[in-house]
């Protein structure tokens, strides 16, 4: 289990993490969200010792993390970058073997990544010869090469089309379902709930809100309620109510403790309701409410 | 994995990615050629110019070409005579290097600088051959007399302090290994600096130091690339002597290098390596603090600074062999004596023990150097945007 416990930095007068703590379980896939320059980045930096933090430890199965450990984890930096005139396959056997693979399995371990990411018959092309989208597909290959316990991935989906989403979903869970511990940052909020058991969500260098999806889903203080009433969206007049627009169709949030039956009953009598929908909040919902409010 | 394996693998990296570029290879094959084909020209052109060439002019003495003739065939000289038509004519010919000398009116010698001891010679005995003959003619002295007396005296000359063809050999290799040393050592240091900046302007920097400590990789890329120059300096030395070798070398009173021997070479190779480290972690550092290869300039020249003052020294001493004094406390300076510890050993001027103590304070610097560079590059090496100072790059890092 990777464990980041309150982890506090500064930069200069800039409090860039104020107490960070969070677990990543092995067979888990946890995703990180936060809005630009939350701290996700600094974060997964302080994991490969990139950042020395000013306070807090990161520890692995309860060591500390250290060069040693770090070469069971795997990591993808928000910066992708690997060496533009060096052969692919020679690329990943060097990530490999620079994570303590032999020769012979870091180079079995490449064959496969590039068979099954479609890139075998590159894999002599030097990296700058190939497609944005199959590079980006290396720096994957690059990552998980070692085949770690531990994979921090910083926005692996930025960039991808949706046949790329879909095959590093399944990478992902793949390798969870190895028991290999997966953190990973992203903007794309659908898409963690997708993939995701667990989130973390980072506000302003602090950590707003954390732990099982579905479980926090269940224990938000709020509903997320659509109801239209003779074609159109009816407002429920209930106190604290709040409406949100998501992809140009909007619907409300209103507390956890609203009685639906009472709703319901008011919502017909001000008319024929033609669509209903009562449940608990989307991942979206619950980050514009952590992030926004 | 250990850390030596990881630098290992960061060092073979670094050598063969560079050795198997076309680039390398083409400019390695290019300079062989250059070198050895460099010495057949020298060997050609060399051998055309070996005729001393003389002049006449004025009123010169009956007779005076084919006793000049005569008395370079005394002193063993090829020579070629020219007669010019006028004074002025000889001058501009002179001036100009087409001629070593003209014998102006038989009795004044024309030469841009003072001319050689033979020059000298052949002409005042065949100035004097002309006037006694004349003498001859006048007491009816016959033929066979007079050849018998023109037939000039060669004078031997006995060096009391004879310059020894084996020291100025070693001088000069001195001086020219001095110089292979600054060009090497300044070329291979920068390649370190590109590649240190290339790593952060691609960003491959990220994922290598989430691996690997930023020592190993310093250290490893500095032995990859050291490799490289090694063997660019063997093949090159190689082609040297394969063109000494093969190549018409006249004997153009060059001295012959080859007399220099294989411990010397060893030296050499002893003070690259030396100064190599330490101008390459000193690249290094100062590559870490950049982003972007367009602004090398802006650090390439502190090096170049550095080591300058090393050149300025060999070569005062080589022009003015008394003044050491200055060479000697150079030697001791750690970025300076990569360069001037070898002259000195080359020239036969070092203590055993001198030598030793300098290799000391050079290791010493060395990981110096190499601690001080890996904080630098760990504070530097994530960030972008414009160039980081070198004190921002300290306080970023923190132990």
Known sequence: MLEVANISKRFGDVVALRDVSFEVRPGRIMGFLGRNGAGKTTTMRTVFGLVAPDSGSVTYDGAVVDHDVRLAFGYMPEERGLYPRMRVRDQLVYFGRLAGLSKGDAGTSADRWLDAFGLADRSHSKLEDLSHGNQQRVQLAAAIVADPEVLVLDEPFSGLDPIGVESLSEVLRGFAAGGTAILFSSHQLDLVEDVCEDVTIIDQGEIVVQGDLEHIRERAPYRRVEIWVDGRLWEPPVADVRTVEASGRAHHIVAADVDVDEMLSMAQASGSITRFSYEPPSLSDIFQEAVLR | ?399
């Open chain 2, 1 to 399: 994995m250990t850390d030596v394996a990881q630098i290992r693998l960061i060092a073979q990296r670094e050598f063969l990615e560079r050795v198997r570029s076309r680039v390398f290879i083409w400019t390695m094959i290019g300079l062989s050629v250059l070198v050895i084909g460099g010495m057949f020209l020298a060997g050609l052109i060399g051998s055309e110019a070996q005729a001393l060439r003389l002049g006449v002019a004025g009123e010169s003495p009956e007779g005076i070409v084919e006793d000049i003739g005569a008395a370079a065939l005394a002193f063993d000289v090829d020579v070629v005579v020219t007669e010019y038509p006028s004074v002025d004519a000889a001058s501009a010919a002179v001036e100009s290097g087409d001629v070593a000398a003209v014998l102006v009116d038989g009795s004044t010698i024309l030469s841009n600088r003072s001319p050689s001891g033979d020059t000298v010679a052949i002409l005042t005995s065949a100035a004097n051959a002309g006037v006694r003959r004349d003498i001859a003619s006048d007491l009816g002295l016959s033929e066979t007399d007079l050849a018998a007396i023109l037939v000039p005296v060669q004078v031997e000359v006995v060096e009391l302090d004879p310059e020894d063809p084996e020291e100025i050999a070693r001088t000069v290799a001195s001086f020219l290994s001095a110089l292979v040393l600054l060009t090497t050592i300044m070329l291979f240091g920068q390649f370190v600096a590109m590649g240190v900046v290339e790593e952060k302007q691609n960003r491959v920097v990220e994922v290598i130091l989430s691996k690997a400590r930023t020592t190993s990789l310093m250290v490893g890329k500095v032995l990859g690339i050291g490799a490289l120059g090694l063997i660019q300096i063997a093949t090159l030395g190689l082609a040297a002597m394969i063109g000494l070798a093969l190549a018409p070398l006249p004997d153009l009173g060059v001295p012959d290098l080859t007399s220099i021997g294989i411990t010397a070479v060893l030296w050499l190779g002893l003070w690259f390596i030396l100064g190599y480290l330490v101008y390459s972690f000193l690249y290094a550092t100062l590559g870490a603090t950049l982003t972007r290869q367009e602004d090398m300039q802006s650090v390439a020249f502190i090096p170049a600074l550095l080591i300058l003052p090393a050149y300025f020294l060999v070569s005062f001493s080589l022009s003015s062999p008394g003044s050491n004094g200055l060479v000697t406390i150079g030697s001791f300076f750690p970025f300076w004596s990569p360069i001037l510890m070898p002259y000195r050993i080359n020239t036969g001027d070092a203590e055993l023990w001198e030598v030793l103590v300098s290799i000391v304070i050079v290791v010493v610097t060395v990981i110096l150097l190499v601690r001080f560079g890996a904080r630098i590059y760990r504070g530097a090496a994530l960030r972008t945007g414009t160039k980081v100072s070198l004190r921002q790059a300290w306080l970023a890092a923190e132990d």
